[in-house]
């Protein structure tokens, strides 16, 4: 359990982040400051490479909305563990109804964070 998930297992750990890489990059750093946040410096290094390579804001865009999503999940530790027994379930399940059914979990999961993080958007 990291010092983050102590201080509030319930509730969110942080307030969602104002929707920039700069802010993303603040969230991650205090969500996951190990793992999360080298992948997710690796990534903006490919986005803004990509971005400049064929001045197309696509590969910015999508970077911003998918670390945008993992921050929504992510503040709340127990929608996390649930999303990636979700991810696990569909690696390795060979029954392709209990594969579905985690599939339908994680876009259930993955709607609700979207939906928070619509309302908790602060203006940036």
Not at 21 to 30: E, I, N, Q, W
Not at 55 to 68: K, Q
Not at 91 to 103: F, I, K, Q, T
Request: proline share 6%; aromatic share 8%.
């Amino acid at each position: 359990m990291t010092a983050l998930s102590a201080e509030n297992s319930h509730g969110p750990l942080i307030p969602m982040p104002v929707k920039t890489p700069a802010g993303l990059r603040a969230a991650v750093a205090r969500l996951d400051p190990v793992t999360a946040l080298a992948k997710f410096d690796r990534e903006w290094a490919t986005a803004t490479a990509e971005t400049a390579r064929t001045y197309d804001l696509s590969p910015v865009r999508g970077f911003t909305e998918g670390w945008w999503l993992w921050v929504a999940l992510a503040r709340f530790p127990e929608r996390l563990s649930r999303f990636r027994a979700c991810e696990e379930t569909v690696a390795r399940a060979e029954d392709r109804a209990v594969r579905r059914a985690a599939s339908a979990e994680i876009a259930r999961l993955m709607e609700e964070a979207a939906q928070e993080a619509g309302a908790a958007e602060p203006a940036g």
